[in-house]
T-cell receptor
Framework: DAGVTQSPTHLIKTRGQQVTLRCSPK?????VSWYQQALGQGPQFIFQ???????QRGNFPDRFSGHQFPNYSSELNVNALLLGDSALYLC?????????????FGQGTRLTVV | KNQVEQSPQSLIILEGKNCTLQ??????????LRWYKQDTGRGPVSLTI?????NTKSNGRYTATLDADTKQSSLHITASQLSDSASYIC????????????FGAGTRLFVKA
């Protein structure tokens, strides 16, 4: 049973570019949440997807957008990259939609913006 | 404002010693509290999860406590090992009609031989 998988594991982009990160949830999970973790900080909630819709959103600008597919996998898109977007991006999946008490994290995608 | 504060920010202990990490929260209405272990550059891994009615939960050498009245939790690590070196993150969820999860900044633990 595969856990949460994220791709790519590492990525280097230039300021102003756009990036797409991908996440496949754990088998049986239908909810995907995305987090940004700066070095030395705890993860910050970006948004959560359930039933292919954005259900909750953290304090992130519209440059951050996402999508969930019918197979529950998800993408995080970031436009007009800034140096400050450099971080570890974590995807977490959970079962039973909103209100689930357990979340499993992927290994993360390390994004570096130069 | 919903917040989760952890202390200490970092901690160095000798292998074999015990240690306790603290988590204070103001998240409301409380749903559950989780402790995660995060190795550098990796995703967090769940250690324990506690709901309002639980005041202690163990997972091997890790024991978490919860005092919902004072809104405090602790994670006690017994007989530390070098592999315990990691960040330990306290995560509190609120059931606000939607579902809100607040992460602490973490405690960075270094276990030395």
């Amino acid at each position: 049973d595969a856990g949460v998988t994220q791709s790519p594991t590492h990525l280097i982009k230039t300021r102003g570019q756009q990036v797409t990160l991908r996440c496949s949830p754990k088998s049986g999970h239908d909810t995907v949440s995305w987090y940004q973790q700066a070095l030395g900080q705890g993860p910050q909630f970006i948004f959560q997807y359930y039933e292919e819709e954005e259900r909750q959103r953290g304090n992130f600008p519209d440059r951050f957008s996402g999508h969930q597919f019918p197979n529950y996998s998800s993408e995080l898109n970031v436009n007009a990259l800034l140096l400050g977007d450099s971080a570890l991006y974590l995807c977490a999946s959970s079962p039973r939609g909103l209100g689930a008490t357990e979340a499993f994290f992927g290994q993360g995608t390390r994004l570096t913006v130069v | 404002k919903n917040q989760v504060e952890q202390s200490p920010q970092s901690l160095i202990i000798l292998e074999g010693k015990n240690c306790t990490l603290q988590c204070n929260y103001t998240v409301s209405p409380f749903s559950n509290l989780r402790w995660y272990k995060q190795d550098t550059g990796r995703g967090p891994v769940s250690l324990t999860i506690m709901t309002f009615s639980e005041n202690t939960k163990s997972n091997g050498r890790y024991t978490a406590t919860l005092d919902a009245d004072t809104k405090q939790s602790s994670l006690h690590i017994t007989a530390s090992q070098l592999s315990d070196s990691a960040s330990y993150i306290c995560v509190v969820s609120a059931n606000t009609g939607g579902f809100k999860t607040i992460f602490g900044a973490g405690t960075r633990l270094f276990v030395k031989a």
